[in-house]
Antibody, heavy 123, light 106 residues
Framework: QVQLVESGGGVVQPGRSLRLSCAAS????????MHWVRQAPGKGLEWVAV????????YYGDSVKGRFAISRDSSKNTVFLQMNSLSAEDTAVYYC????????????????WGQGTMVTISP | SSELTQAPSVSVSPGQTASITCSGD??????ASWYQQKPGQSPVLIIF???KRPSGIPERFSGSKSGNIATLTISGTQAMDVADYYC?????????FGGGTKLTVL
């Protein structure tokens, strides 16, 4: 069974850092681009970042560019999101999601989603 | 970055057809995808490449596009279809979501 499980969320103070993880099982992890998408409480979906299947390219949304970094460890079937200089506007549920097309551009639809991990930025 | 515009809410009677639209300049040359998010759950992909359904998605969900407007159509709407629906497209190397449409089945 294909599954994505996020972890690492919690409550942190403004200006601090946090690292999220997304562990994949039941799929050929190294064949797919992976995304992070977030959702602030009561709000819509906001795309955060993508990493290609081989890690050769990474793209970020404007609101996190320069503060967040996406990476992957194919030996552990895990994708990470390092979040720095956090502010209240980063409070959200963070989902990881798989790109639909194997060995693709990484810029397709998101066909498998995790359950999400909550990040709260509070003094 | 470009924007995708959706109506905040749509209401439909059980068994009737619901149409949810998404408009944006990039839709003229980029594919639209649609996601369903039920309360307290993660989003689910229901349409990709404007009109294709992933396996397991009921045939009552269909997608279309004309110019800069993509449309999600739900035929024979059921109570279980109550959810938020989001469109999504790519603007160069940035993914953009619409603001979401809350579907109510009255």
């Amino acid at each position: 069974q294909v599954q994505l499980v996020e972890s690492g969320g919690g409550v942190v103070q403004p200006g601090r850092s946090l690292r999220l993880s997304c562990a994949a099982s039941g799929l050929t992890f190294s064949s797919y681009g992976m995304h992070w998408v977030r959702q602030a409480p009561g709000k819509g979906l906001e795309w955060v970042a993508v990493i290609s299947y081989d890690g050769s390219y990474k793209y970020y949304g404007d609101s996190v560019k320069g503060r967040f970094a996406i990476s992957r460890d194919s030996s552990k079937n895990t994708v990470f999101l390092q979040m720095n200089s956090l502010s209240a506007e980063d409070t959200a549920v963070y989902y990881c999601a798989r790109d639909r097309v194997p060995y693709g551009s990484g810029l397709d639809a998101f066909d498998i989603w995790g359950q999400g991990t909550m990040v709260t930025i509070s003094p | 970055s470009s924007e995708l515009t959706q109506a905040p809410s749509v209401s439909v009677s059980p068994g009737q057809t619901a149409s949810i639209t998404c408009s944006g300049d990039k839709l003229g040359n980029e594919f639209a995808s649609w996601y369903q998010q039920k309360p307290g759950q993660s989003p689910v992909l229901i349409i990709f490449q404007d009109r294709k359904r992933p396996s397991g998605i009921p045939e009552r969900f269909s997608g279309s596009k004309s110019g800069n407007i993509a449309t999600l159509t739900i035929s024979g709407t059921q109570a279980m279809d109550v959810a938020d629906y989001y469109c999504q497209a790519w603007d160069s190397s940035t993914a953009v979501f619409g603001g979401g449409t809350k579907l109510t089945v009255l």
